[in-house]
């Protein structure tokens, strides 16, 4: 079946610091890769997402590149800042008997420190 | 678009009372979910619908867990009767009509305390 497993939390890190949390997959055919993101208190957002291979996802300074090959969609971010400090979770979708449902990772909780 | 709206935000209920939690999907919008968070377990798939037909349930944790969506814009998720090990966040999610990636948009959650 489909799986996502995402790199062993949380993560600490000072502002201004480089930002990667990776995200490996598991699924038959072509999944769509997608990064949510919680704030705390709040539902998740999606941040990015890439549908095939090679595409890279970008927004609010975050890419993540869909690599077919090493089946991998690490987030990344050159510069953190304390208010991306939140839970994040690397999700996908695929056809079949999955279709229409994201299958989540465990989630990612990221500290920024000032 | 408002975005997916979901009611009560928060619910404090006792052991042995019904609950029920709303959830009205983003407009135009055919496939909605339900979800459970927590801390020991992380965030499950309870059940999901398309076109209001329930098509995968079988995250449902037990038959004291029923949900329902009688139209486009309106679900409900129950618990009857709850127990203290149903506290969590429930969220609910909806996606696009003919989206070819399934991206989901959620709400902001009910967070449910069954003392």
């Known amino acids: 079946g489909n799986s996502v497993t995402q790199m ?31 704030y705390p208190g709040e539902g998740l957002q999606l941040l990015l997402k890439a549908t095939k291979a090679d595409d890279k996802g970008s927004n609010k300074g975050f890419e993540a590149t869909y690599r077919k090959e090493t089946t991998s969609f690490h987030l990344e971010k050159g510069s953190v800042q304390v208010s991306d400090s939140a839970v994040y979770f690397c999700a996908l979708s695929a056809g079949g008997t999955s279709y229409g449902k994201l299958t989540f990772g465990q989630g990612t909780i990221l500290t920024v420190h000032p | 678009d408002a975005g997916v709206i979901q009611s009560p935000r928060h619910e404090v209920t006792e052991m042995g009372q019904e609950v029920t939690l709303r959830c009205k999907p983003i407009s135009g919008h055919d496939y909605l979910f339900w979800y459970r968070q927590t801390m020991m377990r992380g965030l499950e798939l309870l059940i999901y619908f398309n076109n209001n037909v329930p098509i ?12 329902k969506m009688p ?14 090990r149903d506290s969590a966040v429930y969220f609910c999610a909806s996606s696009p009509r003919g989206s070819l ?12 305390t069954v003392t």
């Open chain 2, 71 to 84: 139209n486009a814009s309106f679900s409900t998720l129950k618990i009857q009767p709850s127990e203290p």
């Open chain 1, 8 to 38: 062993e939390g949380p993560v600490t890190l000072s502002e201004e610091a480089f930002l990667t949390i990776n995200c490996t997959y598991t699924a038959t055919g072509y999944p769509s890769l997608f990064w949510y993101v919680q």
């Open chain 2, 56 to 67: 995968d349930d079988s995250g449902m944790p037990e038959d004291r867990f029923s949900a």
């Open chain 2, 101 to 112: 990636t399934y991206e989901q948009y959620f709400g902001p959650g009910t967070r449910l």
